[in-house]
């Protein structure tokens, strides 16, 4: 049976340095971190992981805003709020929560944060920061960022000689990881829904992660004796068996069955969704100490 790595434990590591940097910070006399965090709207899941990510931030030490707009909020009045939060001082990072309101061009109002503030690292010039490398002054996106970690974990930094396999394409998970995967020295594949014969392709994978959206598509023979996989997907699915009306989240991975193959695993729960807040935290300790004019710290 695979190892299971443990997301939680690995996140709450994070936050803890996150603390002590945040402390160090001030005693050297320079501004605490300020995280500013916007949500348009009412999406249930979006207010849970504002709340927690505002209550990460508190627990950090950090300066947290949070501005809660209103459904209706135009793209404007979105753009104002950005900007204003591109001019305070006080504010070291701007999160604006995803998905935005269908009226809302999301790619504009990403854009429109200063690169140097955009700790989810979504701007085009952390993406183009990402894949040239400049990884010493880039913000990367807070899952992928995570998910390393969790690799790291187990295998750790240099992948050198490894053959990986992104299942997922999406700019904001699947692109970076391939990325980061790149820059660690692994051989990368990047499939998606056109790849033929993905299973085959799958078992080619000393690291497998998992980032197309899908309930429990990966299956156990999809996987490679002793491969590390690493399941990005966080899908709800309906589960009569806990009663009616009731569900129960899932992975992209079938996780019993990919568990008997692999060498190490992330759960669903409990895996990478838990890092992709502390690595909210992370960099935006890093960015407050790159404002500071100080070294930026590694995790
Ligand atoms: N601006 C952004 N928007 C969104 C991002 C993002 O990185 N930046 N990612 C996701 C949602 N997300 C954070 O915003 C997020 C998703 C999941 C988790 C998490 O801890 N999941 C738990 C399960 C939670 C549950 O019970 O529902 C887990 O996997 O253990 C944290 C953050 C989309 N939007």
Redesign the pocket.
């Known amino acids: 049976m695979a190892e299971v790595i443990d ?2 434990s690995v996140a709450e590591d994070v936050v803890q340095k996150v603390k002590a940097l945040t402390s160090e910070l001030s005693a050297k006399g320079a501004t605490r971190p300020g995280l500013a965090v916007v949500i348009v709207g009412e999406d249930p ?2 207010q ?3 709340a ?2 505002s209550r990460t931030a508190k627990e950090c030490g950090f300066h947290s805003l949070q501005h809660t707009l209103p459904a209706e909020t135009t793209e404007a009045e979105l753009l104002k709020t950005i900007g204003d939060l591109n001019a305070d001082l006080s504010v070291h990072g701007i ?5 935005l309101p269908g009226h809302i061009d999301a790619g504009k109002v990403i854009q429109t944060i200063a690169p140097e503030k955009d700790v ?1 690292g ?1 701007h085009f010039i952390n993406v183009g920061k990402l894949g040239t490398g400049e990884l010493e002054t880039a913000f990367v ?3 992928p960022a995570g998910s390393m970690l969790l690799i790291e974990r187990v295998r750790g930094k240099d992948l050198s000689g490894l053959n990986a396999v992104v299942v997922g394409r999406s700019n ?1 998970v699947g692109k970076p990881m391939a990325n980061l995967l790149l820059a660690a020295n692994c051989t990368v594949t990047v499939a998606h829904s056109r790849t033929k014969d993905l299973p085959a392709l799958a078992r080619t994978a000393d690291i497998l992660v998992a980032a197309v959206g899908r309930p429990e598509m990966v299956k156990g023979d999809w996987v490679k004796p002793g491969a590390t996989v690493v399941d990005v997907g ?1 899908n ?1 699915i309906p589960a009569p068996e806990k009663g009616e009306g009731r569900s129960r ?1 899932v992975g992209d991975v079938a996780y019993a069955e990919a568990a008997k193959a692999a060498g190490a695993i992330t759960p ?7 890092m ?2 502390a690595m ?1 935290m992370a960099n935006t300790v890093a960015s407050a100490y790159l404002a500071a004019g100080l070294k930026r710290p590694s995790f």
Do not use: E, N
Request: aromatic residues 6%; charged residues 10%; hydrophobic residues 40%.
């Open positions: 997301g939680k899941a979006s849970v992981y504002v927690s990510k999160l604006v929560q995803l998905p989810d979504f996106p807070c899952t904001i966080i709800r989240l669903v729960p409990g895996g990478v969704g838990p992709t807040i909210l």
